[in-house]
């Protein structure tokens, strides 16, 4: 069974400060998936990785993909408060398995 | 284009009841899928349908939820009868499907129909 892991589950931090969330999965896969949730709304796709040593990056945000140690972060550099939201890894083929997100807040 | 319509949005009912939700996927999107959502959790797939065929309906709780597909567009998922556990919030996503774009078979999600089991 595919599991998907996320560290932290929860993190406070403040405006200009940088940070990376950690997604780890149990079993191979070329295809990773980063979404993003903000409150009471739908999920948001962000990035897609499919091979090892991918990189992508959208304004403040880059994911990296690293297949041999199953293993994608997500880096922020110099957070700004409207990317407070709840960001979520996926791993799969077609059906995709959810990490249980990372609820990211970022303070003045 | 359109995104993947859902409703109702909202539904609240009692244990033992039965609810009833509706999707319309992205037009030309062959795979649908039906997440639960429960708060504070990541999304887990229910059930995968290729067209009007299930592909994966590993995680569905059989004995009181179903869904179909038919015609290979519009889907209903159904609860009978409801449980307190099964307040989540139920989201419905589509994506043209692996084997068409090699690569990517990114989802897009609905805003999802939150259910509260009373």
């Known amino acids: 069974e595919l599991k998907v892991e996320q560290n932290p589950l929860f993190l406070s931090m403040q405006e200009g400060k940088n940070y990376t969330i950690y997604c780890n999965y149990s079993?191979?896969?070329?295809?990773l998936y980063w979404y993003r949730q903000d409150p009471g709304k739908s999920l948001e796709s962000l990035f897609v990785l499919l091979s090892n040593g991918a990189v992508k990056q959208e304004g403040r945000l880059m994911a990296s993909l690293d297949t041999k140690a199953r293993l994608s972060t997500l880096h922020i550099t110099a957070a700004v408060h409207d990317l407070s939201a709840t960001y979520f890894c996926a791993v799969g083929a077609d059906g995709l398995t959810f990490g249980k997100g990372t609820h990211l807040i970022i303070q003045p | 284009e359109a995104g993947v319509a859902q409703s109702p949005r909202y539904k609240i009912i009692e244990k033992r009841q039965s609810v009833a939700f509706w999707c319309n996927p992205i037009?030309?999107?062959?795979?649908l899928y039906w997440y639960q959502q429960i708060l504070g959790q990541g999304p887990k797939l229910l059930i995968q349908f290729q067209n009007n065929g299930v592909v994966d309906d590993s995680q569905l709780p059989k004995d009181r939820f179903s869904a179909e597909r038919l015609k290979g567009v519009d889907s209903t998922l159904k609860i009978q009868p409801a449980k307190l556990e099964d307040s989540a919030v139920y989201l419905c996503?589509?994506?043209?499907?692996?084997?068409?774009?090699?690569?990517?078979?990114?989802?897009?999600f609905g805003a999802g129909s939150r259910l509260t089991v009373l």
């Open positions: 037009s030309g999107h062959a795979t």
């Open positions: 996503a589509s994506s043209r499907g692996q084997g068409v774009f090699s690569g990517a078979n990114v989802l897009t």
């Open positions: 079993t191979t896969s070329d295809r």
